[in-house]
T-cell receptor, first 115, second 110 residues
Framework: EPEVTQTPSHQVTQMGQEVILRCVPISNHLYFYWYRQILGQKVEFLVSFYNNEISEKSEIFDDQFSVERPDGSNFTLKIRSTKLEDSAMYFC?????????????FGPGTRLTVL | GENVEQHPSTLSVQEGDSAVIKCTYSDSASNYFPWYKQELGKRPQLIIDIRSNVGEKKDQRIAVTLNKTAKHFSLHITETQPEDSAVYFCAAPGTYKYIFGTGTRLKVLA
């Protein structure tokens, strides 16, 4: 069964550094998402992406964040200048259709630790 | 605004008993409601979902019920087993996203 994959599984970085988290969505899916989960808390929406454009973003997704689909398979989340409070698990997800009416499949996550 | 409330936050049951987790949502246009199970350090995994044109859906020991009038939906797990211990999240759709509930930590005591 196809799965969403993410790399790296764990990223440690110094405050102020840039990080790029990578995701490979399921191949026939058209909608891509990033969520984050601070330890012990709920899953929070960051951004959704379709047809090379952001469909929706949350207030968490400020100017320090950006997303890109650099080629036909990868979907990336960049944090330009990391802060301590960016430490969290970041999940990529994908779905065939959007508008929240289709199942979203989650990747295994990248644990980001900002020191 | 869009909001999903989930109760209880923790739930302990004896093995073999039933567990019920409830969620309420605010957007009356929502029409798809998934439930995810998340084991420690793992990804959320879809366990069951329901669309608004049905009131109940069952899959072996798991069932979900939906009351669109009251805007709430519930997860029911019967004959609980230790491997059911995990955090369970409900979700309701936003425009291009899911809005997740706050999670329920289920402990099944052997």
């Amino acid at each position: 069964e196809p799965e969403v994959t993410q790399t790296p599984s764990h990223q440690v970085t110094q405050m102020g550094q840039e990080v790029i988290l990578r995701c490979v969505p399921i191949s026939n899916h058209l909608y891509f998402y990033w969520y984050r989960q601070i330890l012990g808390q709920k899953v929070e929406f960051l951004v959704s992406f379709y047809n090379n454009e952001i469909s929706e973003k949350s207030e968490i997704f400020d100017d320090q964040f950006s997303v890109e689909r650099p080629d036909g398979s990868n979907f990336t989340l960049k944090i330009r200048s990391t802060k301590l409070e960016d430490s969290a698990m970041y999940f990529c997800a994908s779905s065939f259709s959007g508008r929240g009416t289709d199942t979203q499949y989650f990747g295994p996550g990248t644990r980001l630790t900002v020191l | 605004g869009e909001n999903v409330e989930q109760h209880p936050s923790t739930l302990s049951v004896q093995e073999g008993d039933s567990a019920v987790i409830k969620c309420t949502y605010s957007d009356s246009a929502s029409n798809y409601f998934p439930w995810y199970k998340q084991e420690l350090g793992k990804r959320p995994q879809l366990i069951i979902d329901i669309r608004s044109n049905v009131g109940e859906k069952k899959d072996q020991r798991i069932a979900v019920t939906l009351n669109k009038t009251a805007k709430h939906f519930s997860l029911h797990i019967t004959e609980t087993q230790p491997e059911d211990s995990a955090v369970y999240f409900c979700a309701a759709p936003g425009t291009y996203k899911y809005i997740f509930g706050t999670g329920t930590r289920l402990k099944v005591l052997a």
